[in-house]
């Protein structure tokens, strides 16, 4: 009775350890279905149907009861993020530059590079031709976190 009881338990450890730490890796549910079989047929096995059929009862009752708690749990909050992050990893340059701005050329435009313009650096994209580095440039628009420049003339 003592392995059956090991097993049912040990199951329910695998079960909750799918569900709460391993998500989607699947081998916590085969551990899991691996000791409640075990346990099952031990019961069937060594003391007959009607223990074996408590034991299946047991288990769906204590699987149940486990899914439920350990989901509910505010003890799993610990786990998880609560902090926002509300910062980007560089300026959006629309909200920054105007159309026309001019600037210069930090890096070979080819057609993506880095350009300078009132100081502060930004991701950049040629409109149609290859730009050499320290040439003037002109904004004449935005793609997401780009800017794009045409070479002045």
């Known amino acids: 009775m003592f392995y059956i009881v090991l097993l049912i338990f040990l199951g329910l450890l695998f079960l909750v350890a799918e569900l709460v730490?391993?998500?989607?890796?699947?081998?916590g549910a085969l551990l899991s279905l691996v000791c409640y079989g075990s346990s099952i047929y031990l019961a069937f096995r060594d003391y007959g149907p009607l223990?074996?059929?408590?034991v299946?009862?047991?288990?769906?009752?204590?699987s149940v009861v486990s899914v439920v708690f350990s989901l509910r749990a505010k003890t799993w909050q610990r786990f998880s993020l609560k902090q926002e992050?509300?910062?980007s990893s560089m300026p959006e340059p629309d909200k920054e530059l105007q159309v026309g701005a001019r600037g210069k050329s930090v890096s070979r435009l080819s057609p993506?590079?880095?350009?300078?313009?009132d100081g502060r650096l930004y991701e950049a994209k040629s409109q149609d031709v290859y730009i050499d580095p320290r040439s003037?440039?002109?904004v004449v628009g935005f793609d997401n976190f780009s800017v794009i420049v045409k070479k002045v003339e």
């Open 21 to 27: 730490l391993l998500p989607g890796v699947s081998i």
């Open 51 to 54: 223990t074996g059929i408590v």
């Open 56 to 62: 299946v009862l047991v288990i769906l009752v204590l």
């Open 85 to 87: 992050i509300r910062s």
């Open 112 to 117: 993506m590079g880095k350009i300078r313009i």
């Open 136 to 138: 003037d440039v002109e």
